[in-house]
C-alpha cells in the first residue's frame, strides 16, 4: 500500500518562507514522477511543481521563489517555498505518478496515481 504524508505547513507573514515535506512509502520516490498540488479556498487543484528523475517544472506564479526537490535515501519529496505571497494560501498536496506527470512504473503503477491528505498553509498579509 502506497503512502504519502506531508507535513510542515502553518502560518507565516508575507515574505516568509516554509518547507513542506512528504514522506513516502520505500520506493516511491525513485519510481514515481512526483508533483506539489494546491487548492486555494473556494478554488479547484492546481498545479505548483514536479521533478521527474532530474527535471522539474514550476507554475509561472511560483517560479524563482518555489523550489521541488527529493531525498530517494530519505523517500522524501520536499518543497522550499520562498518569499510567499497571501496569495499562496492553500492545501498543499504531495501526489505520485498523476496524470499531470510521469506514472508510476511497476508495482507501484497506478492509472490515477497517489495521493497525500493535505497540509495546510496560510499566509497573511
Known amino acids: 500500500q502506497v503512502q504519502l504524508e506531508e507535513s510542515g505547513g502553518g502560518s507565516v507573514q508575507a515574505g516568509g518562507d516554509l518547507k513542506l515535506s512528504c514522506k513516502t512509502s520505500?520506493?516511491?520516490?525513485?519510481?514515481?514522477?512526483m508533483s506539489w498540488y494546491r487548492q486555494p479556498p473556494g478554488k479547484g487543484r492546481e498545479v505548483v511543481a514536479t521533478?521527474?528523475?532530474?527535471?522539474?517544472h514550476y507554475a509561472d506564479s511560483v517560479k524563482g521563489r518555489f523550489t521541488i526537490y527529493k531525498d530517494n535515501a530519505k523517500n522524501t519529496l520536499y518543497l522550499q517555498m520562498n518569499s510567499l505571497k497571501t496569495e499562496a494560501t492553500a492545501v498543499y498536496y504531495c501526489?505520485?505518478?498523476?496524470?499531470?506527470?510521469?506514472?508510476?512504473?511497476?508495482?507501484?503503477?497506478?492509472?490515477?496515481?497517489?495521493w497525500g491528505q493535505g497540509t495546510q498553509v496560510t499566509v497573511s498579509s
Open positions: 501526489a505520485a505518478g498523476t496524470p499531470s506527470n510521469v506514472p508510476c512504473s511497476g508495482h507501484f503503477y497506478s492509472r490515477f496515481g497517489y
Open positions: 520505500e520506493g516511491v520516490i525513485g519510481n514515481c514522477g
Open positions: 521533478i521527474s528523475k532530474t527535471i522539474t
